[in-house]
């Protein structure tokens, strides 16, 4: 069985910056690719920023681009999500995934709202 547990959101104002954490536990997770989504009230959940299981490869939406920095620490089995520069439309509920061949294990979410 495969846990994925998010953490770090909170209340933050424009501009501020926060870091969530996502811990796996799962044999071999430094073999496993690993993603950010994020879901905003009435808006369908979106790819947020991913990055392989060495950590070299890194993806981010267009609308993070710049400010978002998605990293790994395969030692301590987790990921992370660095926000700057954060605005009131990344609110959001923000969900880990961790994904172990055909397999997708989602996190529960943690909540974000960016607001003043």
């Known amino acids: 069985q495969v846990q994925v547990v998010e953490s770090g959101g909170g209340l933050v104002e424009p501009g501020g910056s926060l870091r969530l954490s996502c811990a796996a536990s799962?044999?071999?997770?430094?073999?496993?690719?690993m993603s950010w989504y994020r879901q905003a009230p009435g808006k369908e959940r979106e790819l947020v920023a991913s990055?392989?299981?060495?950590?070299?490869?890194?993806n981010y939406a267009d609308s993070v681009k710049g400010r978002f920095t998605i990293s790994r620490d395969n030692a301590k089995h987790t990921i992370y999500l660095q926000m700057n520069s954060l605005k009131p439309e990344d609110t959001a509920v923000y969900y880990c995934?961790?994904?172990?061949?055909?397999?997708?294990?989602w996190g529960q979410g943690t909540q974000v709202t960016v607001s003043s």
């Open positions: 995934t961790i994904s172990r061949g055909p397999t997708v294990y």
């Open positions: 799962t044999f071999g997770f430094s073999s496993y690719p």
């Open positions: 990055i392989s299981s060495s950590g070299i490869i890194r």
